[in-house]
């Protein structure tokens, strides 16, 4: 009996001196959230990946540069001095069956995968911060309520040994509150321990030094609406950060599998070529128009354009083709599992937040007055 006094008016102390710390706040919850993921070194990093995919989203779209090509023949070295040609070339291949816009598509689902994968960590992130922290007030202001409760059983002890000195009261009751004062002891020695191991876990989540102080924080400032069952699972279902990252991991593998097919087709080089050609005739001579001898010479000039297609079959990528669409089969496989559990994740949770609310109504309404 006594023990369970003992607790119940620890929890009553400990809801009122929570009300008390929310009042004394001075920044909120949501700003050090806020704070915190603005400095955190992980998610920082994340960006980065952001616009590195950003940058490769970019690459993606370049097209084939043409070239030049110029070429010069002389026969001179080998004796025939007549023998003279010069060429020069324009080159431009041009990628076909869609290989840019399939690059381009990879490129952009990878940018939104880093997106989404900036977004489950600062969610995961918020979650530990807020958790810690409520550890961590929880832990303060069960040390108070401990102090509290610490000082009645010595008060208690006290006028209970009077009492058996006068023979009010048997010894044994002195004993037992000498019990239950150890006991209480005992959880201020572990209160005051995880205190310090919820503070140094607040401060490795919040990116605080060790030399930091601890800011007084309060509530979110917002109020939180109460949805129904069947919203709150619409709305996992629609943002929910891994979900999301599986269905983008699943139109990836896709556009991955597309751009496989694409690449193990053929693209086409077109070509442009002028060439000039200058041949001396053996022994043969001709005259100047100013009268002089000279030999006569051979000079014409060509143009031709052509059109290269490698010979490729569908062999060449066939290894890409499969693994392209292992990645896409497994993803879906994911996507399709978490479609299948989210729905009963956010059941259980709502069931355990219903039976919270209505213990809190119960102590509220029917235990924390009458024990008050």
């Not at 023949?73 to 080159?91: C, L």
């Not at 922290?133 to 002890?157: K, T």
């Not at 109460?226 to 269905?247: C, F, G, I, N, Y």
């Not at 990836?252 to 086409?268: C, F, I, M, N």
């Amino acid at each position: 009996m006594r023990r369970r006094v003992l607790r119940l008016s620890l929890g009553v102390l400990l809801a009122s001196a929570l009300a008390d710390s929310q009042e004394r706040a001075s920044i909120t919850l949501d700003d050090l959230v806020r704070a915190s993921l603005d400095r955190n070194r992980e998610v920082l990093a994340l960006r980065q990946r952001v616009a590195q995919f950003q940058g490769l989203a970019k690459q993606a779209g370049v097209r084939p540069a043409p070239s030049l090509e110029a070429e010069g023949v002389s026969g001179r070295p080998f004796g025939s001095a007549g023998e003279q040609q010069f060429s020069a070339a324009f080159v431009q291949p041009v990628e076909a069956f869609g290989k840019r816009k399939g690059r381009l598509q990879v490129a952009e689902l990878s940018v939104a995968l880093a997106q989404a994968e900036i977004d489950q960590r600062s969610i995961q992130i918020s979650y530990e911060i807020e958790n810690s922290y409520l550890s961590a007030v929880y832990e303060r202001e069960r040390i108070a309520v401990l102090d509290r409760v610490l000082q009645s059983l010595r008060d208690s002890q006290k006028l209970t040994a009077a009492r058996v000195r006068e023979g009010d009261a048997a010894p044994l009751e002195v004993q037992l509150l000498a019990v239950e004062l150890g006991r209480a002891d005992a959880q201020r020695a572990d209160a005051i321990g995880r205190l310090a191991a919820a503070e140094i876990e607040l401060r490795k989540i919040t990116s605080l030094r060790a030399a930091d102080a601890l800011p007084s924080i309060g509530p979110p400032t917002g109020g939180t609406a109460v949805l129904s069952l069947d919203q709150l699972v619409a709305r996992a279902s629609e943002k929910r950060p891994d979900l999301r990252t599986a269905r983008l991991l699943e139109q990836q593998g896709e556009a991955e599998t597309t751009l496989a097919k694409a690449e193990a087709r053929p693209d086409v080089t077109f070509s442009a070529r002028y060439i000039h050609n200058s041949t001396r005739l053996e022994n043969q001579f001709g005259f100047t128009p100013t009268g002089a001898l000279t030999p006569l010479r051979d000079q014409y000039n060509t143009l031709s354009v052509g059109v290269s297609v490698p010979i490729m079959t569908t062999r060449h990528s066939q290894g890409a083709i499969e693994a392209a669409a292992s990645g896409a089969a497994g993803a879906r496989l994911k996507r399709e599992y978490l479609e299948s559990t989210i729905p009963l994740e956010v059941q259980s949770a709502y069931e355990r937040w219903t039976a919270a609310v209505r213990s809190r109504d119960l102590f509220r309404d029917g235990v924390i007055g009458q024990s008050n």
